[in-house]
């Protein structure tokens, strides 16, 4: 039996979030991933986020990466888990000013997965930061809706 070639294991994705009006916010957050199996992928991506409230003379800027593995439960549910590490700029409260700091993550949970075609999907997710740092920036739970393209 032949081994699929690289090209056929790998698959794409990620999640691209706006918000406009009083918060301006605006994140990209691309992968690539690698199958492991049919059932299992393991994979990265960069992510950048901007942040900017409308009453506050100040923006916010973030970039990082994550890494992430995710497994095909049943053929519309998959377990997911992802560690992600963002520097930010952030409010530092005791000495009122802007800081950069660096934030880490970790979400595990699932996603019900909507098939688009016979290679792709919408992903509607529902996550936990198990890492409350003081500046992250999710808010348990987590809603989240991806795209996957070959997985």
Do not use: C, H, W
């Not at 690539?32 to 950048?48: L, N, S």
């Not at 439960?73 to 950069?100: A, H, P, T």
């Amino acid at each position: 039996r032949s081994r699929p070639r690289l090209k056929d294991r790998l698959f794409f994705g990620g999640d691209l979030g706006l918000q406009f009006g009083d918060v301006t916010y605006v994140n990209v957050a691309p992968t690539i991933g690698y199958k492991v199996t049919e059932r299992f992928g393991v994979g990265v991506g960069p992510m950048y986020s901007y942040l900017k409230y409308t009453d506050y003379p100040v923006s916010f800027n973030s970039y990082g990466g994550r890494f992430f593995s995710q497994y095909k439960l049943l053929e519309n549910i998959l377990g997911y888990g992802e560690f992600g590490f963002l520097n930010s700029d952030v409010y530092d409260i005791v000495n009122d000013k802007v800081v950069r700091a660096d934030i880490p993550s970790l979400l595990l949970g699932g996603a019900y997965v909507q098939e688009l075609g016979a290679n792709s999907s919408f992903n509607l997710m529902l996550l936990y930061n198990v890492i409350e740092d003081q500046y992250s920036y999710y808010q348990n739970p987590i809603i989240r809706l991806g795209f996957n393209a070959g997985f």
